[in-house]
T-cell receptor, first 111, second 114 residues
């Protein structure tokens, strides 16, 4: 069974810092990896989707990388802002269509 | 597009009552997923459908849970009878149903069973 682990579970940084969130998975035979953002009491919003053949994806201040062979992905957030405060979840898709999720990293960016 | 629409947003019920959660996927998406989120276990896949057909229901906790998708624009998740341990946020999500498809989530239905 695919296990997805996210480290750290919680992170607090001052505004303006660059930060890295980590995700690891046990089964490297994946189709894609997605990073989501979840605000309190809300659903999940897809941030970046990396196909298994890709190494990274970028959207604005966000950059996600994928190393399938080592079972790792990172989400890099540049110049963090208080509005980035949320829980960030990593999910991998392998056999079939469903995603397996990590438990997330809760990020707090303080002014 | 309005996105994935779930109802009700909040449900409070008593143990033993029947609960029905509803979902309308994004038009044109042919895969639909039901997830449950709790603090202890995170997001767990309950069941998913492709072209209205249940593909994998191995995540459904027990026979008290059932899900249907009578057409491409509607799905229900039913719990009968409900128990306090069913209290969670239930999410519906849809995608284009390919191995490279992005997943879109609804806002969730927060269920509290007293």
């Amino acid at each position: 069974k695919q296990e997805v682990t996210q480290i750290p579970a919680a992170l607090s940084v001052p505004e303006g810092e660059n930060l890295v969130l980590n995700c690891s998975f046990t089964d490297s035979a994946i189709y894609n990896l997605q990073w989501f953002r979840q605000d309190p009491g809300k659903g999940l919003t897809s941030l970046l989707l990396i196909q298994s053949s890709q190494r990274e994806q970028t959207s604005g201040r966000l950059n996600a990388s994928l190393d399938k062979s080592s079972g790792r992905s990172t989400l890099y957030i540049a110049a963090s802002q208080p509005g980035d405060s949320a829980t960030y979840l990593c999910a991998v898709q392998h056999s079939g269509y469903a995603l397996n999720f990590g438990k997330g990293t809760s990020l707090l960016v303080t002014p | 597009d309005a996105g994935v629409i779930q109802s009700p947003r909040h449900e409070v019920t008593e143990m033993g009552q029947e609960v029905t959660l509803r979902c309308k996927p994004i038009s044109g998406h042919n895969s639909l997923f039901w997830y449950r989120q709790t603090m202890m276990r995170g997001l767990e896949l309950l069941i998913y459908f492709n072209n209205n057909v249940p593909i994998d229901d191995s995540g459904m906790p027990e026979d008290r849970f059932s899900a249907k998708m009578p057409n491409a624009s509607f799905s229900t998740l039913k719990i009968q009878p409900s128990e306090p341990r069913d209290s969670a946020v239930y999410f519906c999500a849809s995608s284009t149903g390919t191995n490279t498809g992005e997943l879109f989530f609804g806002e969730g239905s927060r269920l509290t069973v007293l």
